[in-house]
């Protein structure tokens, strides 16, 4: 599975949007890049993925470059309960296991 | 809530013992996967079963096995347990092992 690059940390104002970038140059054709955030030493949790489109949920949206080296995950009004880490994986379609970077420290400030 | 149930949610024990942790999947999900996760590691995979079969192993140590039963609930065996072997181990399921999984909360391990 191809390498993530994230930043350590973020701050977010509350109400506003938290954008959270991450770089993953060596993608290739079949790797999917899948979001998930954990909160505390809770389990993490899946937010979204995609392939090369756009994609939005009911928790945020996905927009990955026409190139597919890099993306950003929208949260579109942070709230102070999505202070988490959040990880960026890149994932090969036939990869049974999720492979964790450190992810960013996403805090939500009131 | 993600629908998969970990037990049990803290598990303290000493040196050399052996423990059973219990995963039990979301309805429908054949895919289980365990995870460790201790301070200086991060989030490490430890392996995976589909529909009881294992599929695929990560960073898993000989003293630790896994198995998924029929009804698809899996048990992670730890045993001769160190004090490195403390950390959260969490359970994932998914419907199929190319889709997204979700995880439990996890069962906090202490060797003592």
């Known amino acids: 599975d191809a390498k993530t690059t994230q930043p350590t940390s973020m701050d977010c104002a509350e109400g506003r949007a938290a954008n959270l970038p991450c770089n993953h140059s060596t993608i290739s054709g079949n790797e999917y890049v899948y979001w998930y955030r954990q909160i505390h030493s809770q389990g993490p949790q899946y937010i979204i993925h995609?392939?090369?489109n756009n994609e939005t949920n009911e928790m945020a949206s996905l927009i990955i470059t026409e190139d597919r080296k890099s993306s950003t995950l929208i949260l579109p009004h942070a709230t102070l309960r999505d202070t988490a880490v959040y990880y960026c994986i890149v994932r090969w379609a036939g990869s049974y296991q999720l492979t964790f970077g450190k992810g960013t420290k996403l805090s939500v400030i009131p | 809530d993600s629908g998969v149930t970990q037990t049990p949610k803290h598990l303290i024990t000493a040196t050399g013992q052996r423990v059973t942790l219990r995963c039990s999947p979301r309805s429908g999900d054949l895919s289980v996967y365990w995870y460790q996760q201790s301070l200086d590691q991060g989030l490490q995979f430890l392996i995976q079963y589909y529909n009881g079969e294992e599929r695929a192993k990560g960073n898993i140590l000989e003293r630790f096995s896994a198995q998924q039963f029929p009804d698809l609930h899996s048990e992670l065996n730890l045993s001769s347990l160190e004090l490195g072997d403390s950390a959260l181990y969490f359970c994932?399921?998914?419907?199929?092992?190319?889709?997204?999984?979700?995880f439990g909360q996890g069962t906090r391990l202490t060797v003592v």
């Open positions: 994932a399921s998914s419907v199929s092992p190319d889709t997204e999984a979700f």
């Open positions: 995609g392939l090369k």
